[in-house]
């Protein structure tokens, strides 16, 4: 069975650039996977922020952007916020299924 | 506005059973694919399901392949969860998610979009 593995925890400081990637057991990550990235807040419902490797909802914020990178998918905050602490988890499609990684919980310092 | 309410969730023995519903408003609910996710406490998002735009084409994860049943009814906007056979490790908030999984508004995607706000299930005796 595929596992999606994400980094378990990252820091970053208000105003710095962070990059969480997001790694499968099956081999590189492709845009035929469409990850998708989806923030969740303690207490609080997720949000998906991207879908399709790097396509935003109208929701998003602009300094939210997705890539592929080194095989991987990632996720990349530019000009990070206090607000953007959350736990952050990919999602990628596999035929039939939907797989998702373990989640990296960004703490902003 | 898009909206997603989940209900249904509760108290229910091993064994049980449960019927969970995901009521949709703001958007063409049978022009999406409908996600059922759910969160094990103090664990990460696992994924259920997902059907297309009519129903006809549902898949599972193995975890619950056999014991959950998922249905939707696009005459009332709503997405159902039949759970059945529960045990203790199926105790989770269950979401379910508007997204596409191809064409779907005239547009071509994979991805989840809008999220409910959970219901929470509770298996034990």
């Known amino acids: 069975q595929t596992v999606v593995t994400q980094e378990p925890s990252l820091t970053v400081s208000p105003g710095g650039t962070v990059t969480l990637t997001c790694a499968s057991s099956a081999g590189a990550v492709s845009s035929g996977g469409y990850p998708n990235w989806i923030q969740q807040k303690p207490g609080q419902a997720p949000r998906s922020l991207i879908h399709?490797?790097?396509k935003k909802h109208s929701w998003t914020p602009a300094r939210f952007s997705g890539s592929l990178l080194g095989g991987k998918a990632a996720l990349t905050l530019s000009g990070v916020q206090p607000e953007d602490e959350a736990v952050y988890y990919c999602?990628?499609?596999?035929?039939?299924?939907?797989?998702f990684g373990g989640g990296t919980k960004l703490t902003v310092l | 506005e898009v909206q997603l309410v989940e209900s249904g969730g509760g108290l229910v023995q091993p064994g049980g059973s449960l019927r969970l519903s995901c009521a949709a408003s703001g958007f063409t609910f049978s022009s999406f694919w409908m996600y059922w996710v759910r969160q094990s406490p103090g664990k990460g998002l696992v994924w259920l399901s997902r059907?297309?735009?009519?129903?006809?084409?549902?898949e599972y994860a193995d975890s619950v392949k056999g014991r959950f049943t998922v249905s939707r009814d696009n005459a009332k906007n709503t997405l159902y969860l039949q759970l059945s056979s529960l045990r203790a490790e199926d105790t989770a908030v269950y979401y379910c998610?508007?997204?596409?999984?191809?064409?779907?508004?005239?547009?071509?995607?994979?991805?989840?979009?809008?999220w409910g706000q959970g219901t929470t299930v509770t298996v034990s005796s």
């Open positions: 399709s490797t790097n």
């Open positions: 998610a508007t997204g596409c999984s191809g064409w779907c508004g005239g547009n071509y995607y994979y991805g989840v979009d809008v």
């Open positions: 999602l990628l499609y596999y035929g039939g299924v939907v797989i």
């Open positions: 059907t297309d735009l009519d129903g006809s084409r549902t």
